[in-house]
């Protein structure tokens, strides 16, 4: 446990030591999303991709939680919703999957976006999926609470309501709130399951994703 963290955290160093660059210049991860490309792929029948940033690219043992699931893993640390619609053929519609989890608008709400304006990107990313696979289940992940961000706390239970009510009226599409779990009895995030970064989770955070997911994996 105590190295799955160390990993966790040096990777988070990583990421939140890269600069700061708009959401309007999503070519800033084209590397990332080569190196995807170029990576053998092996599973029967069709995946499951997670997808979005670096709550998605730092959970390295998803595969291990989830075994006996065709999971591919497309995370691509600090991007947004608006990223990932650039790279939606790439990152998701190229693998034909089952479904899709998605985890964005944590970055969107730091970088000063609008609920509308992530709202509006989320839906066009369901458009393009439902458009290119009409069998696709698609889950939002809810952007999750933390210490570092708590400010902000507002506005992302906001989002999360608008998206949650989307869900709900739009069909293939699901809501998992992994927001309410990670609060403690005093309605505050909890503070034992982030890396010393106050962002990115530990295993311990790990744990309650998984605990919300499990039970929506190709239901």
Do not use: C
């Amino acid at each position: 446990m105590k190295n799955y963290n160390l990993i966790l955290l040096l990777l988070s160093m990583f990421l939140t030591s890269l600069p700061e660059i708009s959401s309007q210049d999503p070519t800033r991860f084209a590397d990332d999303i080569q190196s995807y490309k170029e990576a053998p792929v092996e599973y029967e029948g069709r995946p499951i991709v997670f997808v979005g940033s670096s709550s998605i690219r730092m959970w390295s043992d998803i595969n291990q939680r989830f075994q006996g699931f065709p999971i591919l893993n497309r995370g691509f640390g600090g991007s947004q919703m608006s990223d990932l619609l650039y790279y939606l053929d790439d990152l998701v519609i190229q693998y034909k999957p089952e479904q899709v989890f998605i985890y964005e608008g944590d970055n969107d709400i730091a970088s000063g976006k609008s609920n509308d304006e992530i709202l509006k990107d989320a839906q066009e990313v369901v458009t393009r999926l439902l458009g290119a696979m009409p069998d696709v289940e698609v889950v939002f992940i809810a952007p999750k609470p933390s210490v570092k961000r708590w400010d902000m706390a507002n506005q992302y239970m906001a989002l999360n309501a608008a998206l949650s009510k989307y869900a709900e009226a739009t069909k293939q599409v699901r809501f998992a709130d992994v927001w309410t779990p990670a609060l403690g009895s005093d309605g505050k995030v909890r503070s034992d399951i982030f890396l010393d970064d106050n962002l990115h989770m530990n295993a311990q955070g790990y744990d309650i994703w998984e605990e919300v997911v499990r039970p929506i994996l190709a239901e």
